[in-house]
């Protein structure tokens, strides 16, 4: 994304927020990730054999490929339709959340909660399947407590923030497996937000330029 994609973001009200509270630049990180994901599912989409080889399978997991926990969030149990739900939610979420919270934080928060929510459905929720949205999950988590903490977000987004926890606690007494890496990022938001400082602590710059991370 360039500088000039990213000043288009920012003239929209929700793009405007998080350019306040965030730093707005070239999301890198979330571009690469999201090339190497798609090019996971063109991959897949031509071979369908590799899901079966790389996604997330408890019995074969068990048999000692454990790697599939980290595979398992680039393949997609969606094929076409899912992977391009996926990409697009990385995407924006995404590039939001890198304004927010810079690239190392924003690395540990996707991939911290994805492979939470691999291992947790691997043992419990969901044993099989695929699919990155468990990490966009946890980024949406951050995202909804840094709208929470921060002052002036557009009344909508704060709605819809609110609605995140609860929303996140019901998937999981569904058995879905989204719920608990999206409150996982709520909790990882908390820390890198500044748990107890107040809402003005959310957004403010830090001297290394980044806003939160």
Not at 109 to 123: A, T
Not at 177 to 189: K, S
Request: glycine fraction near 14%; charged fraction near 10%; hydrophobic fraction near 55%.
């Amino acid at each position: 994304m360039t500088n000039s994609v990213a000043s288009r973001w920012s003239a929209t009200p929700v793009g405007a927020f998080f350019a306040r509270v965030g730093t707005p630049r070239r999301p890198v990180l979330t571009g690469a990730v999201f090339l190497v994901t798609a090019a996971v599912l063109i991959a897949q989409l031509a071979d369908p054999s590799l899901f079966d080889r790389f996604k997330r399978d408890a019995t074969a997991i068990d048999a000692g490929e454990w790697w599939r926990l980290l595979t398992g969030m680039f393949f997609q149990d969606g094929k076409l339709f899912g992977g391009i739900f996926n990409l697009v939610a990385l995407a924006a979420v995404g590039t939001f959340a890198e304004w927010c919270l810079g690239r190392m934080s924003w690395f540990i928060v996707y991939f911290g909660c994805g492979l939470f929510g691999q291992f947790l459905s691997y043992v419990w929720l969901n044993p099989v399947g695929a699919g990155n949205s468990m990490c966009v999950a946890g980024l949406l988590g951050v995202l909804a407590v840094v709208v929470l903490r921060a002052d002036g977000a557009p009344p909508g987004l704060y709605r819809a923030a609110l609605l995140i926890a609860p929303l996140a606690v019901l998937d999981t007494v569904l058995h879905d497996n989204h719920g608990l890496p999206a409150l996982l990022g709520m909790v990882l938001g908390l820390l890198v937000t500044g748990f107890g400082k107040g809402r003005a602590a959310a957004g403010s710059p830090r001297s290394d330029g980044s806003s939160l991370g």
